[in-house]
């Protein structure tokens, strides 16, 4: 069977995987993002704009502090990014085109002052609605976890990648 996860295979690095993954990221820009409660017992969700840095090569995203989002992550810093992407077209009938992906790990305060203005480089929009107040807009950086990249196939097998990334195990 011909592997479709963007010509990745089981011998691929671990960089390689979390390169492509990011990479697939920053193309699609906006996928959910989950976050611990800071209060009360349901977990948080919220669909936001992620951006992979030139600089880094890391995920950032950003959120109004006013945010029920943005508090669970002040308080507890550990999220889920959930996502797909639509895979190539093999040919091959027994492929799903839809790859999905899962990066858990540990959030920061952006410390990178070239990644931040990539951040509002690309979200001018963004940049404009809170210009009146940038200190209530956090930016954020997943800087350390782990994370699979996989596709299921019409016969519901599935092939998958795991990643770490930032010196976190893989699993």
């Known amino acids: 069977m011909k592997n479709v996860l963007f010509g990745l295979t089981i011998d691929s690095s671990n960089e390689e995987i979390t390169g492509m993954t990011f990479d697939k990221a ?11 409660p ?13 951006m992979r840095s ?3 090569g890391l995920l950032y995203f950003g959120v109004g502090t006013g945010k029920p ?8 810093p550990l999220v889920t990014l959930n ?48 210009e009146k107040g940038l200190e209530k ?10 994370g699979e990249l996989y596709q299921v196939y019409k016969n519901d097998r599935i092939y998958r990648l795991r990643f770490n990334f930032g010196g976190y195990p893989l699993r």
């Open 26 to 36: 920053h193309e699609a820009r906006y996928f959910s993002l989950a976050t611990m």
């Open 69 to 76: 989002c943005n508090k669970d992550i002040e308080k507890n």
């Open 83 to 130: 996502g797909s992407f639509v895979g190539e077209d093999t040919g091959e009938s027994e492929h799903r085109m839809l790859i999905a992906f899962r990066v858990s790990g540990r959030v920061k305060k952006a410390d990178n002052p070239k990644a931040v203005e990539e951040y509002w480089l690309r979200n001018p929009g963004s940049q404009k609605m809170w």
């Open 38 to 50: 800071s209060s009360g017992s349901m977990p948080g969700a919220r669909y936001l704009d992620f």
């Open 54 to 56: 030139e600089d880094d």
């Open 137 to 146: 807009f956090v930016i954020y950086c997943l800087y350390e976890g782990e």
